[in-house]
DNA sequence: ATAGGGTTAG
């Protein structure tokens, strides 16, 4: 016979699960209050606290919870530290275990999975052994859950011996402590261990053979992933995204459309795998055709993931009208606090130049990350608010947040835009002194640019011979345009010897030091190179641009004749260059023959 | 009430 709650208390605990909204809750507990069923009954309070924790109001949890006259129950502190452990609060679990320990409140059965979990995740591996010793002790070590959470817990910690061992000495294995175990070999690098397991499982459920289909393909085998699949019985949709983003990842995007023409049904996952393929491919063009099919064709709902693909590939498109259309569609669907979303919108107004826009996305987010700001300042620097930058920069300071390597590269470029040598300088020494940022190559690179952009082309090359890195095609590229810009043939020359050094397969900086000899009228030299390009025998790759038009993308070349508004095109071309002129602006050749 | 599987930004 099952013993039947009250009906009250049913209605409250099923009212509590259903709320959406901390205000609704609120209102239910002055019901609760009014009704008398506060702390009366632990079984609606507890589901209270969690539902609390759930809806973020982590502070109002702990002051009800303190008001409670006798807490000596159980199931109270398990809603606690559940709560905790969801808003990631993990050392508050920990100290919340002490101090039930401490009041003698006895742990049951689904205390210690939680209190592992987070110990996992917060305790040096020492002190997680401590509360593995509590779960021997209380006998919980016997739980299956238990077990398993601990296998999750040394296989994080490196220690997929201990975590073997508790795989071993558990009472109870079922298909979930198997998955764990598998998990805990494959995550520590031993597919071996990892597949053997995999074969001896009493029994393999989708979920099990999923797992194994994406560690192949996390150990970059899609050979053997793409057998597993083929033989997996019962695959559900989630076996068929796991493939599809394996080809993605691996960059095969033939495989990943062909998958993606298959499948019988698709979600939103699947969706975000063909859009990210695309977009890592840097595919923007497919990118924008698959986001308006899945728009055209399904009624898959886009989600954050698609969002910020596609607001990717507007930025480097320059499509800003699609791009705009994507904000109001964020906004409207929930996304508008999106800290993904939101960088995408920074990123996209930023790449287009709507810098105030950029600024007032990144200033209405409540929550920024590291990401929001490298992508405003960087933003900023790239489009001539260097001094803005420089200004965010100081603001991220202050606010104590946490600085990165890219962080630098917006600051340095911002420098470099000003012309401002010294702050440069300064800043980039700032990096190891202060915040123990190894310099990486790009920021030599700026540095470079900084000192070349300023005229100074001797000490950027000194800078370079004193590099703890061999300078690149791109540290090489920024010397080169500087010295155009202040008409330094000798640097230029150097630069574009190393160029040819580093690359010499790439027609175009033959091309661009045959122009400097024959504007410098060594023709020696010149001929010489010209037997030298003959013998790469390679040709060049035309650069390619597009613009977002009433027609959708349109991509051109340079002296490009295939529009079918081409005259239209040139005559207009050549109205701005009258304009150009007229303003004063003089055409210099060596710049334009070696763009 | 508790444990295992897939995507996203500079």
Same mark, same amino acid.
């Given at each position: ?6 009906? $009250? ?20 507990? !002055? ?42 129950? #159980? ?7 559940? +709560? ?20 003698? @409140? ?11 979990? $987070? ?41 997929? =011996?201990?975590?073997?061992? @508790? ?11 198997? !998955?764990?175990?598998?998990? $805990?070999?494959?995550?520590? +690098? ?29 150990? +970059? ?29 691996? +960059? ?6 062909? /998958? ?37 064709? #399904? ?22 009208? /699609? ?22 919108? &920074? ?59 890219? !962080? ?25 002194? *202060?915040?123990? &940022? ?9 540095? @470079?640019? /900084? ?25 090489? !590229?920024? /010397? ?38 024959? =504007? ?10 010209? @037997? ?14 597009? &613009?977002? #038009? ?5 991509? %051109?070349?340079? %002296? ?6 081409? *005259?239209?095109?040139?005559? $207009? ?23």
């Amino acid at each position: 016979m099952t013993l039947q709650l009250p009906q $009250a208390l049913q209605l409250v605990i099923l009212v509590i699960q259903s709320c959406k909204a901390f205000k609704q809750l609120q209102q239910i507990q !002055t019901q609760i209050i009014t009704n008398g069923l506060d702390h009366q009954n632990h079984l609606a309070t507890s589901h209270f606290l969690s539902k609390c924790s759930e809806l973020k109001q982590v502070i109002y949890t702990c002051k009800v919870f303190d008001q409670i006259p006798n807490r000596r129950i #159980t199931s109270l502190w398990n809603a606690m530290s559940k +709560g905790y452990l969801q808003n990631d609060l993990n050392n508050e679990v920990v100290l919340l275990f002490r101090k039930m320990m401490r009041e003698n @409140v006895k742990p049951n059965c689904y205390t210690l999975p939680v209190v592992l979990k $987070a110990c996992g995740k917060f305790l040096a591996l020492r002190e997680c052994e401590g509360v593995h010793c509590v779960a021997v002790k209380s006998g919980f070590i016997s739980n299956t859950y238990t077990g398993t959470t601990l296998i999750e817990l040394y296989s994080g910690k490196g220690r997929v =011996e201990c975590a073997f061992r @508790v795989f071993t000495e558990m009472v109870l294995r079922n298909v979930i402590a198997w !998955t764990a175990m598998i998990q $805990a070999y494959v995550a520590n +690098g031993d597919m071996v261990l990892a597949r053997r397991l995999f074969n001896l499982a009493p029994e393999r459920d989708v979920v099990m053979w999923n797992r194994m289909v994406s560690a192949y393909i996390e150990c +970059g085998d899609m050979m053997e992933a793409k057998r597993l699949f083929d033989v997996m019985p019962g695959k559900d949709l989630m076996s068929w995204n796991t493939l599809l983003h394996g080809y993605a990842n691996n +960059g095969d995007l033939e495989g990943c459309e062909r /998958l993606f023409e298959q499948m019988q049904e698709r979600n939103v996952f699947s969706w975000n795998g063909l859009i990210g393929a695309y977009s890592q491919n840097e595919r923007y063009i497919e990118v924008l055709d698959a986001f308006k099919r899945m728009l055209r064709d #399904t009624d898959v709902q886009p989600n954050d993931a698609t969002l910020v693909n596609v607001l990717t590939a507007c930025a480097r498109l320059g499509a800003l009208d /699609l791009g705009k259309w994507v904000h109001v569609y964020a906004e409207s669907n929930g996304y508008k606090q999106n800290v993904y979303v939101c960088n995408g919108l &920074i990123d996209l107004y930023a790449k287009c130049g709507v810098v105030e826009s950029a600024v007032h996305v990144f200033r209405s987010m409540d929550n920024k990350d590291l990401i929001s700001w490298n992508t405003i300042i960087n933003g900023l620097a790239v489009h001539g608010h260097g001094a803005d930058a420089l200004s965010l920069f100081n603001e991220m300071k202050n606010n104590g947040e946490k600085l990165d390597g890219i !962080t630098f590269i917006g600051i340095l470029c911002a420098c470099s835009h000003m012309g401002l040598v010294d702050d440069g300088l300064s800043y980039f020494h700032s990096m190891t002194n *202060e915040y123990s &940022i190894e310099p990486r190559i790009e920021h030599y690179g700026c540095m @470079v640019d /900084l000192l070349a952009r300023a005229g100074l082309l001797e000490q950027a090359v000194e800078f370079i011979k004193k590099m703890p890195i061999a300078a690149d095609c791109v540290i090489w !590229t920024s /010397l080169l345009a500087a010295s155009r810009i202040h008409k330094k043939i000798k640097f230029a020359e150097l630069s574009l010897q190393k160029l040819i050094e580093l690359d010499p397969k790439n027609p175009a900086n033959y091309v661009m030091l045959s122009n400097i000899y024959g =504007e410098a009228r060594k023709w020696e030299d010149l001929a010489r190179l010209k @037997v030298a390009i003959r013998d790469t025998g390679s040709k060049k790759q035309p650069g390619c641009s597009s &613009i977002a #038009t009433d027609d959708g993308i349109v991509e %051109f070349y340079s %002296f490009d004749e295939r529009h079918s508004k081409t *005259e239209e095109i040139y005559s $207009a071309l050549k109205g701005l260059m009258k304009l150009l002129r007229l303003s004063g602006y003089v055409p210099d050749l060596m710049e334009l023959n070696t763009q």
